[in-house]
């Protein structure tokens, strides 16, 4: 599976953006999808996945209640939806696969990643 996220961009505080991630290769509605992000000097961490139907999400609790996973498996691509963004989730967020049939919240679980797209939050 191939994985191309975009969608970042420079937001202010409060404001909202709408990744996406778009999938070509193996099904696509056989693969877990989930989003993560790495900010400088951090570890990547979890942000949000899917499983393969959509019916179940998990999310990082940095981000509950403010982010929206969700994917269209008849357009191969996965989305983030993040509003009320706060400057703490500047980062660069990627896009990723796990061929495993359940959503995993650990970065080494998942298979297929995408390049990265910048979100920068201005206070």
């Known amino acids: 599976v191939q994985l191309q996220a975009f969608g970042g961009g420079l937001v202010q505080a409060g404001g909202s953006l709408r990744l996406s991630c778009a999938a070509s290769?193996?099904?696509?509605?056989?693969?877990?999808m989930g989003w993560f992000r790495q900010a400088p000097g951090n570890e990547r961490e979890f942000v949000a996945a899917?499983?393969?139907?959509?019916?179940?999400?998990n999310y990082g609790d940095s981000v509950k209640g403010r982010f929206t996973i969700s994917r269209d498996n008849a357009k191969n691509t996965v989305y983030l939806q993040m509003n009320n963004l706060k400057p703490e989730d500047t980062a660069v967020y990627y896009c990723?696969?796990?061929?495993?049939?359940?959503?995993?919240?650990?970065?080494?679980?998942?298979?297929?990643w995408g390049q990265g797209t910048q979100v920068t939050v201005s206070s």
């Open positions: 899917i499983s393969r139907g959509g019916a179940t999400t």
């Open positions: 290769g193996r099904t696509f509605s056989s693969v877990v």
């Open positions: 990723a696969g796990r061929r495993g049939p359940a959503i995993a919240l650990g970065r080494s679980e998942y298979d297929y």
